[in-house]
Nanobody, 122 residues
């Protein structure tokens, strides 16, 4: 059974940075991509970024392109999301989840982790 544990969230001022981590275990060959998803207050879940097992395929939602970077350390079974130039609208609970391939639709992903709160505020 796949297990995903997010960490690294917190409170940061606008323009600041955070790095989220997703520790993963229990993968199968059908689940070679890990995505970061988020739910902002009062909004639906949104696919933020995704990376394939070798990092060849990546996806970023338009609103974070140039600011967020997803990476993967297979030796540590960990996926990271480096978030730079954070904006108040980035405030959300961030989750990682697995999928066969990267997709923008959150519904394409399997079981998610527990989530980590990111709050961007002055």
């Amino acid at each position: 059974q796949v297990q995903l544990v997010e960490s690294g969230g917190g409170l940061v001022q606008p323009g600041g940075s955070l790095r989220l981590s997703c520790a993963a275990s229990g993968f199968t060959l059908d689940e070679d991509a890990i995505g970061w998803l988020r739910q902002a207050p009062g909004k639906e879940h949104e696919g933020v970024a995704c990376i394939s097992i070798y990092g060849v395929t990546t996806y970023y939602v338009d609103s974070v392109k140039g600011r967020f970077t997803i990476s993967r350390d297979n030796a540590k079974n960990t996926v990271y999301l480096l978030m730079d130039s954070l904006k108040p609208e980035d405030t959300a609970v961030y989750y990682c989840a697995v999928a066969p391939i990267c997709r923008s639709d959150p519904r394409a992903y399997g079981p998610w982790g527990q989530g980590t709160q990111v709050t961007v505020s002055s």
